[in-house]
């Protein structure tokens, strides 16, 4: 029986890519799944059953260019249930006003500062969009040091949110309207249902000389958690399964995937000079913090371990 909440994918979402095999197979309504799902949903919010009827979680791995994909995912009837429903909203602001701390804003700071430097521009000449800005912090830091800021989002408690505090919120059709110096996707390109199309579509609002940033979960050892499946293993924990949540995290990319979905779209990879991310990077405290500053820009330039991207339109060249 087919499930009246779900949608079907038969290619690749990142690079259309119908070739593809199955690398696991569970019931959305049946354990582990449900059980994960019940725990996961419990706590922020509520879950209803009878949405997960006759749907199956379906991992898929490209032949191309190796993204894993949900096949089975939920429509746009379910994802809005999902999102505004399922995931409450305020218990959602609540969690980040009480858990945002000061290295959440020193993050957000030292990114737009790095952007701004490589752009060579004064914060006034430059116009920039946060693609699914949440409660819309990002794009609030982009205004504070005077840049032009606009985003865009779902969520209708979120976007009240944002107007509220002055930020200017787009509408998805009117994108190509507009042309912009930096478009930020910061964890958006797991959830999206069309991500080639998504970019595709980013792409014709981006300034001849604009960028675009990628940041998507990263687990650089996804075979062995795969393998493992450990429903139980906790977020952020080395067995952690939450880079291919059910419903949520519907495209998992190995860095390779965005490479080539980008490349399609017609734009290429660039870096930001690791001179400038040291020059800008604002916590130094403690030694922890201090290694992982000094490491970071070489994972990102030299070995290139994390799925955090900036592209640029190949006709710039």
Not at 111 to 134: A, C, H, N, R, S
Request: net charge positive; proline share 5%.
């Amino acid at each position: 029986m087919n499930s009246l909440y779900f949608n079907i994918r038969k290619k690749c979402p990142a690079c259309a890519s119908t070739t593809s095999k199955t690398i696991y197979k569970q019931p959305f309504d049946q354990p582990p799944i449900r059980d994960y799902l019940i725990d996961f949903y419990s706590s922020r919010g509520r879950i209803e059953l009878s949405y997960l009827e006759n749907g199956n979680y379906i991992l898929e791995e490209c032949d191309h260019c190796k993204l894993i994909f949900q096949k089975e995912i939920p429509n746009d009837q379910f994802m809005e249930r999902l999102y505004e429903y399922w995931l409450d909203p305020q218990k959602r602001f609540e969690h980040h006003r009480k858990n945002d701390g000061l290295d959440h804003y020193l993050y957000y700071a030292q990114e737009i500062m790095q952007v701004m430097t490589y752009l060579k521009k004064q914060p006034v000449d430059l116009k920039f969009f946060d693609f699914g800005m949440g409660w819309g912090k990002w794009s609030m830091m982009a205004k504070a040091f005077g840049c032009d800021s606009y985003g865009s989002e779902l969520s209708r408690e979120r976007i009240k949110y944002a107007e509220s505090n002055g930020l200017k919120v787009i509408e998805w059709n009117n994108l190509p309207d507009y042309q912009f110096n930096f478009i930020n996707t910061e964890q958006v390109f797991e959830h999206l249902a069309e991500p080639f199309e998504t970019l595709e579509h980013l792409k014709r609002a981006l300034a001849p000389d604009g960028i675009i940033k990628i940041s998507v979960p990263t687990a650089n050892n996804i075979d062995q958690r795969l393998r493992l499946m450990n429903w139980k293993a906790k977020k952020g924990s080395k067995h952690s399964l939450n880079p291919v949540a059910p419903l949520e995290h519907i495209n998992f990319y190995r860095r390779k995937s965005i490479i080539k979905m980008a490349d399609k779209a017609g734009l290429k990879e660039i870096l930001i000079p690791i001179r400038k991310q040291y020059q800008y990077m604002c916590d130094w405290s403690g030694i922890k913090r201090i290694g992982q500053n000094l490491l970071k820009p070489i994972s990102l330039n030299l070995l290139k371990k994390q799925n955090y991207l900036f592209f640029r339109k190949t006709s710039f060249d």
